[in-house]
């Protein structure tokens, strides 16, 4: 039996590989879940899940662009009317657009916040809406909600204002989101990735090796983490071995907040 064996799970920003989102959708199938991989790059998530089930996993892929209502709506029903629950939601889309506040316009500011933390909102609202529903034992079905939040959303980095207010916004509304949905076992927790090798840091970093090599000695470790360093830690959260764990922090960065 797999560590979620029977649950259905929700992983937004699955298309990127390597990528955080792909990295947790295959870690989730891997154990059991039924994973929907969304993304607003269908091609994209539609390829993970094709992999995800040729590997002898259970997976779909639905477009979903994060800051639509439209979509939550789109994606929550189709899940919704197919299993009639949902146990995992993992927040995961989202975009690092970095630059010194003198540089950063009111859009650029906007545009980060509604990707990264309206969506989680809008998301979360409707995940919890299910997840309160009762089951045949008459008591609230719960579930697990995982916020990727960043290092940024627990320390000061500069270049990063927008990212770090939009990721700060995703901790704290992760804990009120515990606290509301404790009673109804469910359960929302926040993860804080350090320096991991994806896309985005590709992005981030690209033609700056002056940034790449102060990044790096940031990180007591001395390297940047794998995506399958976050998929495990979002695997344990997912699981019932987290049956007690809500409200928490978790940082994954080689010691690079310590
Ligand atoms: P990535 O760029 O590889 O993947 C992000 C995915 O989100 C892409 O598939 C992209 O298409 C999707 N996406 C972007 N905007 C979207 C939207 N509006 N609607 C739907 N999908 C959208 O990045 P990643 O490194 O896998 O990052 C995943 C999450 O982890 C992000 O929230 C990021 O802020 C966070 N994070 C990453 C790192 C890191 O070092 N990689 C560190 C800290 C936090």
Not at 43 to 60: H, R, S
Request: net charge negative; with cysteine; hydrophobic share 45%.
């Amino acid at each position: 039996m797999g560590r979620l064996a029977g649950k259905i799970a929700l992983v937004t920003g699955g298309a990127s590989v390597p990528g955080l989102g792909s990295s947790t959708a295959i870690r989730f199938a891997q154990e059991g879940a039924f994973v929907y991989v969304t993304d607003r790059d269908l091609a994209g998530a539609e390829k993970v899940a094709a992999d995800i089930i040729a590997a002898g996993g259970q997976a779909a892929a639905l477009s979903h662009d994060v800051t639509s209502e439209a979509d939550w709506d789109t994606v929550m029903g189709a899940i919704d009317a197919r299993h009639g629950r949902l146990d995992v939601l993992v927040n995961n889309a989202g975009i690092a657009v970095l630059s010194m506040l003198d540089d950063t316009s009111l859009d650029a500011w906007l545009h980060q916040n509604n990707v990264n933390l309206n969506s989680v909102f809008m998301g979360t609202k409707r995940a919890v809406e299910i997840m309160r529903r009762k089951g045949d034992d008459g008591k609230a079905r719960g579930g697990s909600i995982i916020h990727i939040s960043s290092v940024a959303g627990l320390i000061g980095v500069p270049g990063c204002s927008a990212y770090a207010a939009s990721k700060g916004g995703v901790r704290l509304f992760s804990k009120v989101v515990a606290m509301e949905g404790a009673t109804d076992g469910i359960r929302s927790n926040s993860v804080h990735p350090g320096m991991i090798a994806t896309n985005i840091q590709d992005v981030a970093l690209k033609d700056n090796a002056a940034n790449y090599d102060a990044t790096m000695a940031l990180i007591p470790m001395g390297y940047m983490g794998a995506p399958e360093d976050i998929a495990n830690m979002n695997l344990f959260l997912a699981s019932d071995e987290a049956r007690y764990i809500t409200g928490a922090e978790f940082t994954v960065d080689g010691g690079m907040t310590a």
